[in-house]
Structures are given as structure tokens and as C-alpha cells.
């Protein structure tokens, strides 16, 4: 963590460094644009007082719509820039004049009242893209190597969803950066402002069909998952999620059309659209490392293979939710034995419920015998009750020190290794296949588990968001 606020930190530097030498070598003076009335004869430009900024040209773009007037500075200080157009009465929609002011800055650097524009300005909107997109970089890679050091890891999902917020970010600049470096006119100061902040409602939009069909699927998965696993509040979780979704998105409509003061419903609107997008890139993440770990395949140099458990029939056979990481386990046993000679011992973890007739471990070895696999090669473990006991009962059986794979069902890999992890042990996973209806639950159980677990990185990120969201939206009001 500390290596990659580091590099955040030295990337930020580098580019306000770069920045700054734009800044001071990048030409000098200012260009303002400005829409020419169609009536307009002709233009006159001055200052007041006079000696401080110096019109050093015009010129027009290239449709002829606009004046563009180079300025440069003569002396430190401040003065009043006035635009005069000729034929344009006071009857016009256009003014007749136009006023702003004007500041010489040190290293003969203009700054502009009107437009907020100052000489260099669009490589301020150059180098934040791109030290956004250079975080984004950071954060991807600092995900990538976390997950080299530990597979499963809420601080790499963390990370990455980190890193897709802000290449959103960066990505939705690029409307000021392309014109700017094409010579045209990108705008002013105040209009990136305004983009960066509103950017997050753009997102929201974009992916408001996609978000109300995830709720859908949220919703339709539990009703099936409750028709055929019951009516426990686990099955329903992602309906009472989805409804929070849609929640979410009509409370974000009441506040873009509601009455409140202006500034209030802005700061709000801004704000909430933020938090929104941060917590839509995380639950991106979520599923992106949930997929890839259910789609894991393990290295064939295993010592044990162990396989959680999960409810059997009350004949003591397995359910098709059971048998499927039984067979997962039994189908990896023996491409290793093929593949390299080795002989893994397989561990069916699990106890006995109160409606089952046997532990599931026993249940499970039953299973692995009628297979055909030989009796000294399965060591059951039978007393765990729980994903994490199956983990630690069967930590005890394999020991330190081995190479251990455990299997289960594809929706539930991610969870294992995490809790794996939290008990300090950095084992592999491996997923059978499953019901589509299982997985938009297991997603949203790591989603809630990202944000607890790391819960002191979200509020900063959080608070951050907030910060930012606010703080610009009073500067451009």
C-alpha cells in the first residue's frame, strides 16, 4: 500500500512539474475566443489602463465564426479588457461590449476573469487526463501484483475498482484534451470544471439500462434461488438490493428535477453521482475477480485437495450443488496423477447438520470411493459446520507447509480464498460449474465484504469524492 501511494504521489509530481514547464515555456500569452455577432462591422479591443496587456493580434477560426485575440503581457498587474463590436445595438442578443479582467502574472502569464482561462490552460486539462489515467495505470498494476502476492484480496479488488474510477474520469476529458491539442478552441477553465463534475451524472446515465437489468436479474435469480434453496434472508439479498438500486437511480431523478435552491440540488445531484459511480466501479471489480477466480485452474503439483462442504439429501447422497465440487475435486485428482504421477490426498470437509443422516465429509468420501478412488487417498474431515471451519478443521489434517487446492462451487471460489486468507493461509481454487441463479448473490456477499474489510480505504476514497464533488461545485456557481 505504502509503494503505491508512493508512486500516486511521485506520479502527481511529475505531473504538476510538467505542468509547470508548459506553463512557463509553452508560448506566453493568452487566446481568447469569442462568437462573432452576425451583424457585427468590425472590432475594436482596448485596455484600462493601458501598458499592462497588449493586443498582440487577431486572427479568425477557420469557419469564420469566431475572433480570436492573442494577448501578451507588457508589465505586472491588473487592467480591464474591452471588446467593442461595430453595428451591434443595445437591441441585439449580443452585448455591444464585453468586459473581463485581465491579471499579468509573473513569467508573463495572463489570466482572464471571464473565461477563468489563463495562459497555458490547456495543458492543465492535458496533464489531468493524464495523470489520471497514469493513477488508473498505477492502481491496475498495484492490483495485478497484489494478486500475484495473495490471489484472493478485497484490497486488489480494491484497487481496481480505484483504477476504473478513475479512468472514467480520464476518459471523460478527453472532450477538452482532443480540441486543445488540434489547435481549436477546447473551451474555458470553467466549462472543464463544470465537465468534471457532471461527468459522473453522464456515466450514470450511460449505464442506467444496464443498471436496472442487473436489478432485474437480481431479483429474478432470488425468486428462483428461493424455489429451490428456501426462503432464507441470504436468498433474498439480492432483491432487497435491487430495490436499493432502483431506489437510488429515482432519487437521483428526484433531485435532478426537484425544487430545491439551485446551488443545494447542484451540490447534492454532483455529489451523490460520484459516490454512485465509485461504488458501481468496486461492484465492477467484485465480479471481474469473482469470474476469474471461479474460472481458476490450479497448478498440478498438489499434496491435498480439499473440497467444502455444503447440505446433503437426507439419504445421505449428495445433491447436485455437492456432487458437482466432488466431481471437480475428483476430475482434478486424476489429470494431476495423469499429468505428473503425483497422487494428491483428497479432504471432504464437513459436519453433520440437524436434518442430515451423516456428516458431509462422510457423505462426500462415500462418493469418492464409488468412483473409484482408492480408500488411502481420501481423509475425510467431519466435524466443521462452517466454510471457515471447513478451512480450519481441514488446515489441521494437511499441515503446514503443503501444497493444498481446495474445490467448490464456482460462484463460491473468491469467498473460500478470502477466508482462506484471513486465516493466513494462501491456498488455490478451483470451481465446478453451477446455476446461473447462485452467482448475482455471491457478488453482491463480496461486494458487502470488500466494503467492510476495507472499510478505512473506502472512506478516504469516499470523503475524497465528496470533497471534490462539493468543492467544485460551489467554485463554478
Given at each position: 500500500?505504502?509503494?503505491?501511494?508512493?508512486?500516486?504521489?511521485?506520479?502527481?509530481?511529475?505531473?504538476?512539474?510538467?505542468?509547470?514547464?508548459?506553463?512557463?515555456?509553452?508560448?506566453?500569452?493568452?487566446?481568447?475566443?469569442?462568437?462573432?455577432?452576425?451583424?457585427?462591422?468590425?472590432?475594436?479591443?482596448?485596455?484600462?489602463?493601458?501598458?499592462?496587456?497588449?493586443?498582440?493580434?487577431?486572427?479568425?477560426?477557420a469557419d469564420g465564426a469566431e475572433l480570436l485575440l492573442h494577448l501578451r503581457a507588457e508589465?505586472?498587474?491588473?487592467?480591464?479588457?474591452?471588446?467593442?463590436?461595430?453595428?451591434?445595438?443595445?437591441?441585439?442578443?449580443?452585448?455591444?461590449?464585453?468586459?473581463?479582467?485581465?491579471?499579468?502574472?509573473?513569467?508573463?502569464?495572463?489570466?482572464?476573469?471571464?473565461?477563468?482561462?489563463?495562459?497555458?490552460?490547456?495543458?492543465?486539462?492535458?496533464?489531468?487526463?493524464?495523470?489520471?489515467?497514469?493513477?488508473?495505470?498505477?492502481?491496475?498494476?498495484?492490483?495485478?501484483?497484489?494478486?500475484?502476492?495473495?490471489?484472493?484480496?478485497?484490497?486488489?479488488?480494491?484497487?481496481?475498482?480505484?483504477?476504473?474510477?478513475?479512468?472514467?474520469?480520464?476518459?471523460?476529458?478527453?472532450?477538452?484534451?482532443?480540441?486543445?491539442?488540434?489547435?481549436?478552441?477546447?473551451?474555458?477553465?470553467?466549462?472543464?470544471?463544470?465537465?468534471?463534475?457532471?461527468?459522473?451524472?453522464?456515466?450514470?446515465?450511460?449505464?442506467?439500462?444496464?443498471?436496472?437489468?442487473?436489478?432485474?436479474?437480481?431479483?429474478?435469480?432470488?425468486?428462483?434461488?428461493?424455489?429451490?434453496?428456501?426462503?432464507?434472508?441470504?436468498?433474498?439479498?439480492?432483491?432487497?438490493?435491487?430495490?436499493?438500486?432502483?431506489?437510488?437511480?429515482?432519487?437521483?431523478?428526484?433531485?435532478?428535477?426537484?425544487?430545491?435552491?439551485?446551488?443545494?440540488?447542484?451540490?447534492?445531484?454532483?455529489?451523490?453521482?460520484?459516490?454512485?459511480?465509485?461504488?458501481?466501479?468496486?461492484?465492477?471489480?467484485?465480479?471481474?475477480?469473482?469470474?476469474?477466480?471461479?474460472?481458476?485452474?490450479?497448478?498440478?503439483?498438489?499434496?491435498?485437495?480439499?473440497?467444502?462442504?455444503?447440505?446433503?439429501?437426507?439419504?445421505?447422497?449428495?445433491?447436485?450443488?455437492?456432487?458437482?465440487?466432488?466431481?471437480?475435486?475428483?476430475?482434478?485428482?486424476?489429470?494431476?496423477?495423469?499429468?505428473?504421477?503425483?497422487?494428491?490426498?483428497?479432504?471432504?470437509?464437513?459436519?453433520?447438520?440437524?436434518?442430515?443422516?451423516?456428516?458431509?465429509?462422510?457423505?462426500?468420501?462415500?462418493?469418492?470411493?464409488?468412483?473409484?478412488?482408492?480408500?488411502?487417498?481420501?481423509?475425510?474431515?467431519?466435524?466443521?459446520?462452517?466454510?471457515?471451519?471447513?478451512?480450519?478443521?481441514?488446515?489441521?489434517?494437511?499441515?503446514?507447509?503443503?501444497?493444498?487446492?481446495?474445490?467448490?462451487?464456482?460462484?463460491?471460489?473468491?469467498?473460500?480464498?478470502?477466508?482462506?486468507?484471513?486465516?493466513?493461509?494462501?491456498?488455490?481454487?478451483?470451481?465446478?460449474?453451477?446455476?446461473?441463479?447462485?452467482?448475482?448473490?455471491?457478488?453482491?456477499?463480496?461486494?458487502?465484504?470488500?466494503?467492510?474489510?476495507?472499510?478505512?480505504?473506502?472512506?478516504?476514497?469516499?470523503?475524497?469524492?465528496?470533497?471534490?464533488?462539493?468543492?467544485?461545485?460551489?467554485?463554478?456557481?
Open positions: 500500500m505504502r509503494k503505491t501511494l508512493l508512486a500516486l504521489l511521485l506520479a502527481l509530481a511529475a505531473w504538476t512539474g510538467i505542468f509547470a514547464l508548459c506553463l512557463l515555456f509553452g508560448g506566453g500569452g493568452l487566446t481568447l475566443y469569442f462568437e462573432i455577432p452576425p451583424e457585427a462591422e468590425g472590432v475594436r479591443f482596448e485596455t484600462e489602463p493601458a501598458g499592462i496587456v497588449a493586443l498582440a493580434d487577431t486572427s479568425y477560426s508589465s505586472r498587474g491588473v487592467t480591464q479588457g474591452i471588446l467593442r463590436w461595430d453595428g451591434v445595438g443595445e437591441e441585439s442578443f449580443y452585448a455591444p461590449e464585453i468586459r473581463m479582467t485581465l491579471r499579468a502574472l509573473p513569467f508573463g502569464i495572463l489570466s482572464d476573469s471571464l473565461t477563468g482561462n489563463f495562459t497555458g490552460w490547456g495543458y492543465l486539462a492535458v496533464c489531468l487526463s493524464l495523470f489520471l489515467l497514469t493513477a488508473a495505470l498505477i492502481l491496475f498494476l498495484a492490483s495485478q501484483r497484489e494478486r500475484r502476492h495473495a490471489f484472493y484480496s478485497y484490497r486488489a479488488t480494491g484497487e481496481l475498482g480505484l483504477a476504473l474510477f478513475l479512468l472514467l474520469a480520464g476518459f471523460f476529458r478527453a472532450d477538452t484534451v482532443l480540441p486543445f491539442l488540434r489547435g481549436e478552441n477546447a473551451g474555458t477553465v470553467w466549462a472543464l470544471l463544470i465537465g468534471a463534475i457532471v461527468s459522473a451524472q453522464t456515466f450514470m446515465r450511460w449505464t442506467a439500462v444496464a443498471l436496472g437489468a442487473f436489478s432485474l436479474l437480481l431479483a429474478v435469480s432470488n425468486l428462483v434461488l428461493v424455489r429451490h434453496e428456501g426462503a432464507r434472508p441470504a436468498n433474498m439479498l439480492g432483491i432487497a438490493v435491487g430495490l436499493v438500486i432502483v431506489g437510488g437511480a429515482a432519487f437521483g431523478i428526484w433531485m435532478s428535477r426537484s425544487m430545491l435552491t439551485f446551488p443545494l440540488r447542484n451540490v447534492l445531484l454532483n455529489t451523490y453521482a460520484g459516490v454512485f459511480v465509485y461504488l458501481e466501479c468496486l461492484l465492477a471489480a467484485t465480479v471481474v475477480h469473482a469470474v476469474r477466480a471461479g474460472r481458476h485452474e490450479p497448478d498440478y503439483d498438489k499434496d491435498y485437495i480439499l473440497v467444502l462442504g455444503c447440505r446433503i439429501r437426507p439419504d445421505g447422497t449428495l445433491y447436485p450443488l455437492i456432487r458437482g465440487r466432488v466431481d471437480r475435486a475428483i476430475a482434478f485428482w486424476r489429470a494431476q496423477l495423469a499429468a505428473t504421477g503425483k497422487r494428491a490426498i483428497l479432504v471432504p470437509s464437513g459436519g453433520r447438520g440437524g436434518d442430515e443422516p451423516m456428516s458431509e465429509g462422510e457423505a462426500m468420501a462415500r462418493y469418492m470411493l464409488e468412483q473409484g478412488i482408492p480408500a488411502d487417498a481420501v481423509l475425510p474431515e467431519c466435524e466443521s459446520a462452517t466454510t471457515r471451519e471447513n478451512l480450519l478443521f481441514s488446515r489441521r489434517l494437511t499441515g503446514e507447509g503443503s501444497r493444498v487446492a481446495f474445490a467448490t462451487s464456482s460462484y463460491h471460489v473468491y469467498r473460500g480464498g478470502i477466508l482462506a486468507a484471513d486465516l493466513g493461509w494462501n491456498i488455490d481454487g478451483m470451481g465446478s460449474r453451477t446455476r446461473w441463479y447462485f452467482w448475482p448473490n455471491a457478488f453482491l456477499r463480496e461486494f458487502i465484504g470488500l466494503l467492510t474489510s476495507t472499510r478505512l480505504q473506502q472512506v478516504t476514497a469516499l470523503a475524497l469524492i465528496v470533497i471534490l464533488s462539493v468543492g467544485l461545485t460551489l467554485l463554478v456557481m
